[in-house]
C-alpha cells in the first residue's frame, strides 16, 4: 500500500489533539482497576504479536 508521506505527517498532525486528549485521559486513569478502563483498543493483541515474532514455529507469516 503506497502512502503519501506528506499526507499521512499531515493527517498526524491534524489528529496531534485527539492523541494529546486520550494520552491525558490514560494518564487520569492510570491508577484505576484495569476491569474499569476504557478499552478502545486491543494492546493484548499488539502484545501477543511480538511474542509470536519470536517463536522457532510460527502459526502464520506475514
Not at 3 to 25: I, N, T
Not at 33 to 61: C, K, Q, T
Request: aromatic share 4%.
Amino acid at each position: 500500500m503506497g502512502l503519501d508521506p506528506y499526507a499521512v505527517h499531515a493527517l498526524l498532525a491534524r489528529l496531534a489533539p485527539e492523541c494529546d486528549r486520550v494520552a491525558a485521559e490514560a494518564a487520569d486513569r492510570s491508577g484505576d482497576p484495569v476491569d474499569e478502563l476504557p478499552a478502545a483498543g486491543a494492546p493484548l493483541l499488539d502484545i501477543g504479536a511480538e511474542h509470536h515474532a519470536s517463536w522457532e514455529v510460527r502459526l502464520f507469516a506475514s
